[in-house]
């Protein structure tokens, strides 16, 4: 096994705690049964620094000393950053454990997948898949390695056979690009508060007799300024800084959608929707399974509920949602 150590500058975009750490794996494959662990690559924040550690199974032979040696370091900490982990590299992990008869202690952390984050987002981004290399395409991440993955496994598997420092360096080099753009793009985290919620502050900051406008400010930056328009909506994202329009019809109203239309009805005479528990009465020729352009109540621009700090934040990520949803 080979062991490498470096220590990088870094001034984190969103907060990073030193209980959590960064995790990349490159593997032979992607089943585990018969698949080996190549590397192993993490980086942590330390004094103001990001150390990035990586043991390297240089035998083909070392995957239970790749894994003692990894456990050992990240034994105190309580939340790993990953992209796609939890669906390859954790799952992988987890069998190599069984495999050797470990304790995983990954399976006892907070996993925090950017994957699961960016996902929801992907049409609204106009993303035609979440793959890693299509967001760092996204977001202008540029990598020092040539080496696909493809190109990964056929390196490391000539290195096994004829051991060459170029191909180990190439393949260091590739898990070093894959730590160091998980570092930059920690603002996926932005991404995540928006769809919960995470503002520091939200209002309403103008009405006209067309539209109602929202405005609300979130901890820190998202990674690129996003503009996306729906019927009645308009949606914009710059920096810190929120924009969401309504429409307002001629009632000097517009339209809050409920989550989860499979537990509301439509009422197609009163032109709103209600949840299931207050539609039983309701005769069935007046009433239809609501849909994510149908599951929504209409309020008047004068609500009290608009003017309540809590219930406003809530209006702005039921519409987020629904923007993802039906875009």
Same mark, same amino acid.
């Given at each position: 096994? %080979?062991?490498?150590?470096?220590?990088?500058?870094?001034?984190?975009?969103?907060?990073?705690?030193?209980?959590?750490?960064?995790?990349?794996?490159?593997?032979?494959?992607?089943?585990?049964?018969?698949?080996?662990?190549?590397?192993?690559?993490?980086?942590?924040?330390?004094?103001?620094? #990001?150390?990035?550690?990586?043991?390297?199974?240089?035998?083909?032979?070392?995957?239970?000393?790749?894994?003692?040696?990894? !456990?050992?370091?990240?034994?105190?900490?309580?939340?790993? #950053?990953?992209?796609?982990? &939890?669906?390859?590299?954790?799952?992988?992990?987890?069998?190599?454990?069984?495999?050797?008869?470990?304790?995983?202690?990954?399976?006892?952390?907070?996993? =925090?997948? /950017?994957?699961?984050?960016?996902?929801? !987002?992907?049409?609204?981004?106009?993303?035609?898949?979440?793959?890693?290399?299509?967001?760092?395409? +996204?977001?202008?991440?540029?990598?020092?390695?040539?080496?696909?993955?493809?190109?990964?496994?056929?390196?490391? $598997?000539?290195?096994?056979?004829?051991?060459?420092?170029?191909?180990?360096?190439?393949?260091? %080099?590739?898990? $070093?690009?894959?730590?160091?753009?998980?570092?930059?793009?920690?603002? #996926?985290?932005?991404?995540?508060?928006?769809?919960?919620? &995470?503002?520091?502050?939200?209002?309403?900051?103008?009405?006209?007799?067309?539209? #109602?406008?929202?405005?609300? *400010?979130?901890?820190?930056?998202? %990674?690129?300024?996003?503009? +996306?328009?729906?019927? *009645?909506?308009?949606?914009?994202?710059?920096? =810190?800084?929120?924009?969401?329009?309504?429409?307002?019809?001629?009632?000097?109203? !517009?339209?809050?959608?409920?989550?989860?239309?499979?537990?509301?009805?439509?009422?197609?005479?009163?032109?709103?929707?209600?949840?299931?528990?207050?539609?039983? /009465?309701?005769?069935?020729?007046?009433?239809?399974?609501?849909?994510?352009?149908?599951?929504?109540?209409?309020?008047?621009?004068?609500?009290?509920?608009?003017?309540? =700090?809590?219930?406003?934040?809530?209006?702005?990520? *039921?519409?987020?949602?629904?923007?993802?949803?039906?875009?």
């Amino acid at each position: 096994m %080979l062991q490498i150590t470096k220590e990088i500058s870094y001034t984190p975009s969103y907060p990073v705690d030193r209980d959590t750490f960064f995790l990349c794996i490159d593997t032979t494959g992607f089943q585990a049964e018969v698949s080996a662990i190549a590397t192993i690559g993490i980086a942590y924040l330390s004094n103001q620094k #990001i150390i990035i550690e990586q043991w390297f199974n240089n035998s083909g032979l070392d995957q239970k000393e790749l894994l003692l040696a990894f !456990f050992e370091k990240i034994h105190s900490k309580h939340a790993v #950053i990953t992209y796609y982990g &939890n669906r390859f590299s954790l799952p992988f992990l987890e069998k190599k454990c069984q495999e050797y008869n470990l304790i995983n202690p990954l399976s006892s952390m907070e996993s =925090k997948d /950017y994957y699961e984050m960016i996902h929801p !987002f992907q049409r609204i981004l106009g993303l035609s898949s979440c793959r890693q290399s299509a967001i760092e395409a +996204y977001f202008g991440c540029q990598r020092s390695s040539n080496l696909s993955g493809k190109k990964l496994v056929r390196a490391y $598997q000539n290195y096994i056979k004829k051991p060459d420092t170029a191909d180990a360096e190439a393949i260091l %080099l590739h898990n $070093q690009d894959s730590l160091e753009i998980l570092l930059q793009l920690i603002s #996926i985290f932005s991404y995540n508060d928006l769809l919960h919620g &995470n503002f520091t502050d939200c209002r309403i900051q103008s009405i006209t007799s067309k539209q #109602i406008l929202f405005c609300f *400010d979130l901890p820190f930056a998202i %990674l690129k300024s996003l503009q +996306y328009s729906a019927p *009645d909506c308009h949606l914009s994202l710059c920096d =810190k800084k929120g924009l969401l329009s309504l429409s307002i019809d001629n009632n000097m109203q !517009f339209k809050h959608y409920f989550p989860n239309p499979k537990d509301y009805y439509y009422l197609t005479v009163e032109d709103r929707a209600v949840h299931k528990s207050l539609a039983s /009465y309701v005769p069935k020729e007046f009433k239809q399974k609501a849909t994510h352009a149908t599951c929504y109540e209409k309020l008047s621009v004068e609500h009290p509920a608009l003017r309540q =700090k809590h219930s406003l934040c809530q209006f702005i990520v *039921d519409t987020i949602r629904h923007l993802i949803c039906i875009s």
